[in-house]
């Protein structure tokens, strides 16, 4: 007695290509740097720089991230989708500390989410969670070309 045979459709192929492509590919990492016991993720794109740290339940304590602009500008800052509290730093393209703006709340602690527009021109934003021990000294400059150049 002979067996049948099975014949598995193109279309069942494909899909399950297409199912271990996906759970098989990873996302583009983000750069790290680390500063004096700080790690930052490095957001240079503009999607990068959009996303921020939206949508993050949490933030480990001496974790953040850098924004990297090309150019000194005004920059503008809001808590759209953001869960955890954050503290938010500027920098002019020496990386002398200009400004922060403290505790800006997470969406849903307000009825609209929190924007502010920093009153210098800055070229790099650093945002921490609230209330940490912040050191505006640091001077990520060697780091941030390592990370960004790899």
Not at 65 to 81: A, G, H, L, N, T
Not at 119 to 125: F, G, I, N, S
Request: aromatic share 10%; charged share 25%.
């Amino acid at each position: 007695m002979k067996t049948p045979k099975k014949h598995i459709s193109a279309g069942v192929v494909i899909a399950i290509a297409v199912a271990v492509f996906v759970a098989t590919r990873s996302a583009p990492k983000i750069p790290t740097c680390t500063i004096d016991q700080f790690t930052f993720e490095i957001a240079q794109t503009d999607a990068e720089k959009a996303q921020g740290l939206m949508n993050r339940k949490n933030l480990c304590a001496n974790c953040g991230m850098i924004f990297v602009y090309p150019d000194e500008q005004i920059r503008s800052f809001w808590m759209k989708d953001t869960l955890i509290p954050l503290d938010i730093y500027f920098f002019d393209a020496q990386w002398r500390f200009t400004e922060n703006m403290l505790n800006m709340r997470p969406m849903g602690e307000t009825k609209d989410p929190m924007r502010r527009k920093s009153r210098k021109p800055a070229q790099y934003v650093i945002e921490v969670n609230a209330w940490i021990d912040f050191n505006t000294d640091l001077k990520p400059q060697e780091c941030l070309r390592a990370a960004t150049h790899k």
